[in-house]
Protein backbone atom coordinates (compact mmCIF):
# COMPACT_ATOMS: atom_id res chain seq x y z
CA UNK A 1 0.00 0.00 0.00
CA UNK A 2 2.85 2.75 0.68
CA UNK A 3 5.59 2.71 -2.27
CA UNK A 4 8.78 1.30 -1.40
CA UNK A 5 10.37 4.78 -2.29
CA UNK A 6 8.13 5.79 0.80
CA UNK A 7 9.28 2.92 2.50
CA UNK A 8 12.95 3.46 2.32
CA UNK A 9 12.19 7.13 3.43
CA UNK A 10 10.19 5.69 6.18
CA UNK A 11 13.97 3.71 6.73
CA UNK A 12 15.86 6.67 7.80
CA UNK A 13 13.75 7.12 10.43
CA UNK A 14 14.10 3.96 12.08
CA UNK A 15 17.13 2.55 11.15
CA UNK A 16 19.40 4.51 13.32
CA UNK A 17 16.99 3.88 16.61
CA UNK A 18 16.01 0.39 15.71
CA UNK A 19 18.17 -2.35 18.31
CA UNK A 20 17.68 -5.57 17.03
CA UNK A 21 20.70 -7.82 18.92
CA UNK A 22 21.87 -6.51 22.60
CA UNK A 23 25.04 -7.83 22.56
CA UNK A 24 26.84 -4.57 22.54
CA UNK A 25 23.94 -2.07 23.31
CA UNK A 26 24.69 1.12 25.24
CA UNK A 27 22.50 3.97 25.78
CA UNK A 28 25.54 6.37 25.89
CA UNK A 29 26.02 5.42 21.95
CA UNK A 30 21.82 6.88 21.46
CA UNK A 31 21.62 10.86 21.81
CA UNK A 32 18.68 11.96 23.49
CA UNK A 33 18.73 15.07 21.46
CA UNK A 34 19.43 13.80 18.06
CA UNK A 35 17.23 14.93 14.99
CA UNK A 36 18.74 13.53 12.22
CA UNK A 37 19.62 16.66 10.96
CA UNK A 38 16.31 17.83 11.07
CA UNK A 39 15.52 21.16 10.91
CA UNK A 40 11.38 21.76 10.63
CA UNK A 41 8.82 23.84 12.50
CA UNK A 42 6.24 22.64 14.47
CA UNK A 43 4.11 22.71 10.93
CA UNK A 44 5.78 20.37 8.64
CA UNK A 45 6.21 17.86 11.93
CA UNK A 46 2.87 18.11 11.80
CA UNK A 47 1.63 17.59 8.48
CA UNK A 48 4.13 14.46 8.24
CA UNK A 49 2.96 13.04 11.74
CA UNK A 50 -0.33 13.31 9.76
CA UNK A 51 0.41 11.67 6.64
CA UNK A 52 2.09 8.99 8.18
CA UNK A 53 -1.49 8.26 10.85
CA UNK A 54 -3.21 8.42 7.57
CA UNK A 55 -1.10 5.75 6.32
CA UNK A 56 -1.50 3.79 9.74
CA UNK A 57 -5.63 4.25 9.83
CA UNK A 58 -5.05 2.40 5.77
CA UNK A 59 -3.38 -0.57 6.76
CA UNK A 60 -5.14 -0.56 10.21
CA UNK A 61 -8.33 -1.35 8.08
CA UNK A 62 -7.29 -4.27 6.20
CA UNK A 63 -5.31 -6.06 9.41
CA UNK A 64 -8.49 -5.60 11.04
CA UNK A 65 -10.48 -6.99 7.44
CA UNK A 66 -7.78 -9.83 7.28
CA UNK A 67 -8.18 -10.89 10.71
CA UNK A 68 -5.03 -13.13 10.74
CA UNK A 69 -1.76 -10.58 12.32
CA UNK A 70 -1.74 -8.34 15.16
CA UNK A 71 0.12 -5.96 16.34
CA UNK A 72 1.38 -5.28 20.09
CA UNK A 73 3.24 -1.90 20.70
CA UNK A 74 5.17 -1.35 23.83
CA UNK A 75 6.00 1.65 25.20
CA UNK A 76 8.48 2.38 28.46
CA UNK A 77 10.24 5.28 29.16
CA UNK A 78 11.31 7.50 32.10
CA UNK A 79 8.52 9.94 33.67
CA UNK A 80 8.07 13.34 31.66
CA UNK A 81 8.97 11.41 28.49
CA UNK A 82 5.99 11.99 26.52
CA UNK A 83 4.58 8.42 25.66
CA UNK A 84 0.49 9.53 26.45
CA UNK A 85 1.31 12.18 24.09
CA UNK A 86 3.30 10.01 21.67
CA UNK A 87 0.68 7.55 21.75
CA UNK A 88 -2.42 10.28 21.15
CA UNK A 89 -0.28 12.05 18.70
CA UNK A 90 0.74 8.73 16.01
CA UNK A 91 -2.47 6.65 17.15
CA UNK A 92 -4.86 9.63 16.05
CA UNK A 93 -6.67 8.60 12.98
CA UNK A 94 -6.65 4.57 14.08
CA UNK A 95 -10.32 3.47 14.23
CA UNK A 96 -10.88 2.76 17.94
CA UNK A 97 -12.76 -0.67 17.20
CA UNK A 98 -9.65 -1.94 16.23
CA UNK A 99 -7.10 -1.01 18.65
CA UNK A 100 -6.54 -1.22 22.27
CA UNK A 101 -4.75 0.50 25.11
CA UNK A 102 -3.80 -0.12 28.25
CA UNK A 103 -1.95 1.19 31.39
CA UNK A 104 -0.64 -1.09 33.58
CA UNK A 105 -0.82 -0.02 37.25
CA UNK A 106 -0.20 -0.87 40.63
CA UNK A 107 -0.97 -4.71 40.42
CA UNK A 108 -4.41 -5.78 42.11
CA UNK A 109 -4.37 -8.55 44.78
CA UNK A 110 -5.82 -11.03 42.26
CA UNK A 111 -2.54 -10.24 40.05
CA UNK A 112 0.10 -10.67 43.12
CA UNK A 113 -1.55 -13.56 43.21
CA UNK A 114 -0.36 -15.15 39.72
CA UNK A 115 3.10 -15.03 37.88
CA UNK A 116 4.41 -11.82 36.85
CA UNK A 117 3.55 -11.95 32.90
CA UNK A 118 -0.17 -13.42 33.97
CA UNK A 119 -1.95 -9.77 33.91
CA UNK A 120 0.17 -8.50 30.31
CA UNK A 121 -0.66 -12.39 28.72
CA UNK A 122 -4.09 -11.25 29.04
CA UNK A 123 -4.51 -8.28 27.14
CA UNK A 124 -1.98 -9.40 24.55
CA UNK A 125 -4.20 -8.03 21.11
CA UNK A 126 -6.40 -10.18 19.47
CA UNK A 127 -5.83 -11.22 15.71
CA UNK A 128 -6.65 -8.05 13.27
CA UNK A 129 -6.02 -5.90 16.42
CA UNK A 130 -3.44 -2.98 17.39
CA UNK A 131 -2.98 -3.27 20.99
CA UNK A 132 -0.93 -0.67 23.03
CA UNK A 133 0.98 -1.35 26.55
CA UNK A 134 1.37 1.98 27.74
CA UNK A 135 3.83 0.43 30.45
CA UNK A 136 4.15 -3.23 29.93
CA UNK A 137 5.47 -6.09 31.60
CA UNK A 138 9.36 -4.58 31.40
CA UNK A 139 7.98 -2.91 34.67
CA UNK A 140 8.78 -6.13 36.45
CA UNK A 141 12.38 -5.69 35.25
CA UNK A 142 12.57 -1.78 35.99
CA UNK A 143 10.86 -0.54 38.58
CA UNK A 144 10.49 -3.94 40.71
CA UNK A 145 14.26 -4.42 40.22
CA UNK A 146 15.06 -0.77 41.17
CA UNK A 147 12.62 -0.95 43.85
CA UNK A 148 13.22 -4.46 45.01
CA UNK A 149 10.33 -4.42 47.99
CA UNK A 150 8.06 -4.93 45.68
CA UNK A 151 9.48 -8.42 44.57
CA UNK A 152 7.73 -9.00 48.13
CA UNK A 153 4.51 -8.48 47.15
CA UNK A 154 4.27 -10.74 44.87
CA UNK A 155 4.49 -13.94 46.62
CA UNK A 156 7.06 -15.73 44.94
CA UNK A 157 8.45 -18.89 47.26
CA UNK A 158 12.09 -17.88 48.96
CA UNK A 159 13.25 -21.02 47.35
CA UNK A 160 13.07 -19.16 43.72
CA UNK A 161 13.96 -15.93 44.20
CA UNK A 162 17.98 -16.03 43.70
CA UNK A 163 20.59 -14.05 42.59
CA UNK A 164 20.03 -14.54 39.03
CA UNK A 165 16.23 -13.35 39.43
CA UNK A 166 15.92 -10.48 36.80
CA UNK A 167 18.14 -12.92 34.29
CA UNK A 168 15.98 -15.21 34.52
CA UNK A 169 12.96 -12.91 34.20
CA UNK A 170 14.87 -11.03 31.50
CA UNK A 171 14.80 -14.42 29.52
CA UNK A 172 11.48 -15.81 30.20
CA UNK A 173 10.66 -12.21 28.86
CA UNK A 174 12.13 -12.79 25.85
CA UNK A 175 10.64 -16.61 25.44
CA UNK A 176 7.74 -14.68 26.23
CA UNK A 177 7.86 -12.23 22.97
CA UNK A 178 9.15 -14.95 20.87
CA UNK A 179 5.94 -17.35 21.72
CA UNK A 180 3.87 -14.26 20.30
CA UNK A 181 6.28 -13.60 17.23
CA UNK A 182 5.56 -17.17 16.44
CA UNK A 183 1.70 -16.81 16.49
CA UNK A 184 1.46 -14.05 14.28
CA UNK A 185 1.80 -10.97 16.53
CA UNK A 186 3.96 -8.27 15.53
CA UNK A 187 5.93 -6.78 18.44
CA UNK A 188 7.67 -3.31 18.37
CA UNK A 189 8.77 -1.85 21.93
CA UNK A 190 9.46 1.62 22.50
CA UNK A 191 12.25 3.42 24.51
CA UNK A 192 11.64 7.02 24.96
CA UNK A 193 14.58 8.03 25.26
CA UNK A 194 14.68 11.11 27.51
CA UNK A 195 17.36 13.24 29.04
CA UNK A 196 18.00 14.08 33.00
CA UNK A 197 18.08 17.80 31.83
CA UNK A 198 15.04 17.56 29.44
CA UNK A 199 13.26 15.68 32.36
CA UNK A 200 13.83 18.11 34.57
CA UNK A 201 13.15 21.05 32.55
CA UNK A 202 9.53 19.19 32.11
CA UNK A 203 9.19 18.91 35.08
CA UNK A 204 9.73 22.84 36.19
CA UNK A 205 7.23 23.66 33.27
CA UNK A 206 4.82 21.56 35.46
CA UNK A 207 4.89 23.24 38.42
CA UNK A 208 5.17 26.65 36.56
CA UNK A 209 2.30 25.95 34.54
CA UNK A 210 -1.25 26.05 36.26
CA UNK A 211 -2.86 24.20 33.25
CA UNK A 212 -0.28 21.67 33.95
CA UNK A 213 -0.28 20.88 37.39
CA UNK A 214 -2.38 18.02 37.64
CA UNK A 215 0.32 16.73 35.48
CA UNK A 216 2.68 16.75 38.51
CA UNK A 217 3.15 13.85 41.07
CA UNK A 218 5.94 13.83 43.87
CA UNK A 219 6.38 10.84 43.07
CA UNK A 220 7.90 11.74 39.93
CA UNK A 221 10.59 13.29 41.66
CA UNK A 222 11.36 10.49 44.39
CA UNK A 223 11.97 8.43 40.92
CA UNK A 224 14.50 11.06 39.83
CA UNK A 225 16.27 9.81 42.44
CA UNK A 226 16.90 6.84 41.23
CA UNK A 227 18.04 8.01 37.41
CA UNK A 228 21.27 5.60 37.41
CA UNK A 229 19.80 2.46 38.60
CA UNK A 230 16.71 2.71 35.77
CA UNK A 231 19.51 4.03 33.34
CA UNK A 232 21.45 0.35 34.51
CA UNK A 233 17.71 -1.63 34.62
CA UNK A 234 17.12 -0.22 30.84
CA UNK A 235 20.32 -1.27 28.95
CA UNK A 236 19.97 -4.63 31.27
CA UNK A 237 16.09 -5.39 29.45
CA UNK A 238 17.15 -3.93 25.91
CA UNK A 239 20.39 -5.65 25.53
CA UNK A 240 18.96 -9.35 26.97
CA UNK A 241 15.33 -8.73 24.78
CA UNK A 242 16.27 -7.19 21.27
CA UNK A 243 15.63 -9.41 18.40
CA UNK A 244 14.83 -9.16 15.04
CA UNK A 245 11.60 -10.36 15.27
CA UNK A 246 10.63 -7.77 18.67
CA UNK A 247 13.32 -5.05 18.16
CA UNK A 248 13.47 -2.25 20.35
CA UNK A 249 13.39 1.17 19.18
CA UNK A 250 15.41 3.33 21.40
CA UNK A 251 14.16 6.70 20.01
CA UNK A 252 15.40 10.50 21.29
CA UNK A 253 12.84 12.05 23.19
CA UNK A 254 14.09 15.22 23.74
CA UNK A 255 12.03 16.53 20.93
CA UNK A 256 8.33 15.48 20.94
CA UNK A 257 7.59 16.07 17.08
CA UNK A 258 11.25 14.02 16.25
CA UNK A 259 10.05 11.51 18.90
CA UNK A 260 6.40 10.65 17.22
CA UNK A 261 7.66 10.78 13.62
CA UNK A 262 9.85 7.55 14.45
CA UNK A 263 7.29 5.76 15.97
CA UNK A 264 4.91 6.64 13.49
CA UNK A 265 7.49 5.74 10.79
CA UNK A 266 8.22 2.25 13.11
CA UNK A 267 4.84 1.04 13.05
CA UNK A 268 3.95 2.12 9.32
CA UNK A 269 7.06 -0.12 8.71
CA UNK A 270 6.06 -2.58 10.12
CA UNK A 271 2.78 -3.43 8.82
CA UNK A 272 3.41 -2.71 5.73
CA UNK A 273 6.24 -5.71 5.41
CA UNK A 274 3.19 -8.00 6.08
CA UNK A 275 2.37 -7.40 2.65
CA UNK A 276 -1.80 -7.14 4.13
CA UNK A 277 -4.67 -7.71 1.90
CA UNK A 278 -8.28 -7.64 1.47
CA UNK A 279 -9.55 -10.85 2.19
CA UNK A 280 -10.95 -12.42 -1.22
CA UNK A 281 -14.43 -13.72 -0.78
CA UNK A 282 -15.07 -17.19 -0.98
CA UNK A 283 -17.03 -19.33 -3.96
CA UNK A 284 -20.26 -19.46 -1.30
CA UNK A 285 -19.93 -15.31 -0.68
CA UNK A 286 -19.73 -14.78 -4.26
CA UNK A 287 -22.97 -16.81 -4.25
CA UNK A 288 -24.48 -14.64 -1.45
CA UNK A 289 -23.08 -11.25 -3.04
CA UNK A 290 -24.83 -12.33 -6.39
CA UNK A 291 -27.82 -13.03 -4.24
CA UNK A 292 -28.32 -9.68 -2.67
CA UNK A 293 -27.32 -7.69 -5.93
CA UNK A 294 -30.09 -9.73 -7.66
CA UNK A 295 -32.77 -8.65 -4.72
CA UNK A 296 -31.56 -5.14 -4.17
CA UNK A 297 -32.02 -5.05 -8.17
CA UNK A 298 -35.02 -6.27 -7.70
CA UNK A 299 -36.47 -4.14 -5.23
CA UNK A 300 -35.05 -1.51 -7.45
CA UNK A 301 -37.48 -2.29 -10.49
CA UNK A 302 -40.22 -2.28 -8.07
CA UNK A 303 -39.86 0.71 -6.41
CA UNK A 304 -39.87 2.30 -10.05
CA UNK A 305 -43.06 0.39 -10.87
CA UNK A 306 -44.52 1.63 -7.37
CA UNK A 307 -43.30 5.42 -8.49
CA UNK A 308 -45.02 5.17 -11.89
CA UNK A 309 -48.32 3.64 -10.58
CA UNK A 310 -48.46 6.51 -8.25
CA UNK A 311 -47.75 9.16 -10.81
CA UNK A 312 -50.57 7.60 -13.45
CA UNK A 313 -53.34 7.45 -10.05
CA UNK A 314 -53.17 11.21 -9.64
CA UNK A 315 -54.15 12.30 -13.02
Known amino acids: MVRKDILDALRTYTEPFRVTSGSDFSLKHFDPGETLGLKMDKAEALQLLQRGSKWLAMEQEVLYAQDSWSVLLVFQAMDAAGKDGTIKHVMSRVNPQGCDVFSFKQPSAEELSHDFLWRYGRKVPQRGHIGIFN ?119 DNKPFTRLVVAAAIVEAVEKLDLAYPKATQEQMKDLAAAREELGAEAANATEHTQAGGDSGH
Open 135 to 253: RSYYEEVLVVRVHRHLLDAQKIPPARIGSNIWDERLADIARFEDYLTRQGVVILKFYLNLSYAEQKKRFVDRLDNPDKHWKFSAADIRERRYWDDYMHAYEEAIRATASEAAPWFVVPA
